[in-house]
């Protein structure tokens, strides 16, 4: 590609402003003078004096003049003498070369000088330091597609230096905003490349800018290019050498130690400069962990800068990681050194908040680490406050960041979990990026185990709206992978908790109506983890996880759509299983056709899995939906015929099934041989009570039976049918009792509820046939306080009046009657009593009418 092709294709785009994200709290080089940040500086670089410029040379046009005419004889006669003359043909010729020479000229001009002399008026106006000319002037020239290289590369470098040296001008915001700007034109220029002369200050400028921009690794980089085009450069590349390593998290303190010897070890340093040094060393030391080395660094400073404000700020983190050291090490017995400590950091760094009134960038640490010297010595309010004031007076520095980051951790602390997740959720969002996020004070590593720490405290807690609130925070921020997952498992364990917990207020269905709606949240989630790391070996687990949380918050649609996408990416591992819930979820969704294709696939390539017998046990179900009975039947034959095990749950699954689909079919005798084994085999299965139902109705069936085909022998009739009865009352009052403790305990679920009404009803009539009026009025008494405004009490109500009547009590059975119309005016117009009921409204009326004109 030619250099016009990079210009054109290297052209950069507008930048918009971003927020501050941190400040370096190193001072800055510049020759060997060194100011500290937040200090005046003359420039990014050693400019030479601006020249005087050369003014551009102006051509005026001549005037038109008019043609002259004249007589063609005079013409003729002029042109032949003119070439009749040697003198006239010399002239001709001597005329001719002057024009072809100029119009050369001009076109040399045209091609060469016009981009000479607009690179060279870039360079007089960067020498110049006339930022807004050259933003001009480069912007003309980069907007200009059939621009010269030479001139573009000119611009570019323009650029990068305008917008550095303005930048040193700036804080805050707008500071960091014109450093984006820098290197933005800094990387383009290093790609088509630095104009010849200038490419030593082009990367020390660049390496400086993205030194600023916590780049450190990409700084570096250019850095060493610099000090080898430019040997001068050298004393301030090391001096950024020795930062960028230290403040690099993962720099090289050792590193940065050398760098900042061969600072120190410049021939020529000022005062200024030596003392900068050597407190750089000393924090360098700092960061090694050896306050003593640090402590010997700053004795080699001036009496002036003895006193200065960096070097009690120095002072002070010496005396604070002392103290740290003595609560590392578990030295109570040191409690008076540790005091000491204590107590000069504080006063160190009361000092420099108080006297450094020109450096704000020190009176920002100073006030942050006050609040880290007060937390050590336990007290926390002096701590908070410290931290608050922090935050209010320097708020464009990384200690506010730092300082509120701290606050949210001392609120943890102290077990204040609304206050931490809200300042940890602020300090989340003013990140921007944790990637490419650093403060000075606060690691990756630190930021990431108390998000962590955080959650997982709340989640222990039952405080899953705070686990939400925190996750929800962290979006835009974190990485996506771990937001959704962080979001998922707090959607479980919430839906867990209300699914195993017993509720305070409103029912359990409530609860599990709640529990399966986090639960398709999680599904939600897994479902976009999965999508995010769809090219990694995760991308099948996170689809199975996500269709389980659907199929367990009832989302079947969703479910078989992620089914289907996990058996697509997923031949072998979990296919059986991923085959059985598939057809459950079918069927689940009115679709028993597309169930048994899938169930029956199961079954057929996978014969061997477990999950095959379940699959025929959920094909059995899709046949009953379909009416096809002799299959559903002969599939759970299959079943209870094969190589299951009588303990294993699909063989029990199957019994109880067969048994209720026995009872349906009305084939009592065999449906009361698998009941009974059912029951007698596991008694505490939950589906006992219900089978002990259907057996309480087979016994009653049995004995209404007796009773109608032995009509001529009465005696026999009586102890067969009371044997009968017998039985399914002893059924009954034990799933009365065992229903009742549920209803008392306040933990029944519609579908309980309404197995408890059946069985009043059944246990009222079979004693009525024994003969237990009064039993039996009782029995429907309860039944009338527990269903008073259902509309089945109307049916217990009737069997009252019968049994009045059947002992010859009229007027009682009149009264009851009459409790049965006031119940039946009182149900609202609107319900259906057909469905619930024996009759329709009208039907109650002329019922309840026509048994009180026959009493």
Known sequence: MTADGLFCKYLLPS?????????????????????????????????PEPQDQVPQATVEKSPERAERRMPEAVRQKGIRALFGSKWGLLALVIGSVVVVAGLGGLAWWW?????EDGATALFEAVDAQDWPTVHEMAAKALADKRADPELLRAALFAQLVAYTAEADRQTGTERHRMLLLAAQFGDQATIVGLPPGREADGLFTLGRTLHYLSRFAESRKYLREAAKLDSQKQPRVNWLMAESHLLDPEGNRQEALRFNQAFLLTPGLDALSQNAGWLQQARIHLALGSPDAAEE????????????SEAYLVRGQIALLRAQKLVQNKESNRKEEFLKYINEARASFERVKSDALGDESARAKAAYLLGVILNLGEDYDGAMAAWERCCSEFPDYPESWAARFQIARLNHRLGRHDRTVDELANCIQKMVDAERFLNPWISKEDIRQTVDQVWLDCLDKK????CLKLANGMEGVFTPELVYSLRAKTYIAWGEYLESSKPEDGTTEDNKALARRYFRLAGDDLTRLA???????????????????????GSYTRASRVLREYLRNEARRRNPQALLRLGECLLAMGKPDDALRVLY?????????????????????????????????AVLV?????????????????????????FRLGRDREALEKLEEAVRRYPQDRRVPEARYFLAELYLRAAVAKASSQPNIPAMQSALTRDLLQSALEELQVIQKELDSQWDRGGTTPATQKLLRNVYFALG?????????????????????????????????????????AMGRTREAQTTLQQAKIMLNRLPPDVALEKSTPFSREEWQARLAWLERHL
């Open 15 to 47: 930048i918009g402003v971003d927020r501050v994200d941190r400040l370096n709290p190193c001072p800055r080089v510049d020759g060997c003078s060194i100011t500290l940040l937040g200090q005046p500086r003359k420039g990014p670089l050693d400019m």
């Open 638 to 662: 299959e079943n209870l015929a094969g190589e299951l095990a009588p303990t294993s749950l699909e063989w029990r699954d199957s019994l109880f099934t067969v048994g209720t689909l026995y």
């Open 111 to 115: 091609l060469t000088g016009k981009p």
């Open 765 to 805: 009539d079979v004693l009525y046939r024994l003969g237990r009026f009064g039993d039996a009025i009782n029995t429907y008494v309860t039944l009338t306080n527990r269903l008073q405004s259902e509309p089945e009490v109307l049916d217990a109500y009737m069997q009252m009046a019968r049994c009045y009547r």
């Open 601 to 633: 696939e199961c079954i057929e390539f996978h014969s061997k899995d477990a999950a095959s017998y379940k699959a025929r046990l959920w094909a059995a179900y899709a046949h009953m939906e379909k009416g096809e009975y002799d299959k559903a039947e």
């Open 531 to 553: 999508r995010f790391r769809a090219a990694t070996r995760f991308y099948t687990e996170d689809l199975w996880q996500a269709a389980d949380y659907y199929y367990r918050g």
């Open 297 to 308: 660094s700053l004795k080699h400073l001036t009496p002036k800068g003895v006193n200065s």
């Open 463 to 466: 405080l899953f709206s705070l």
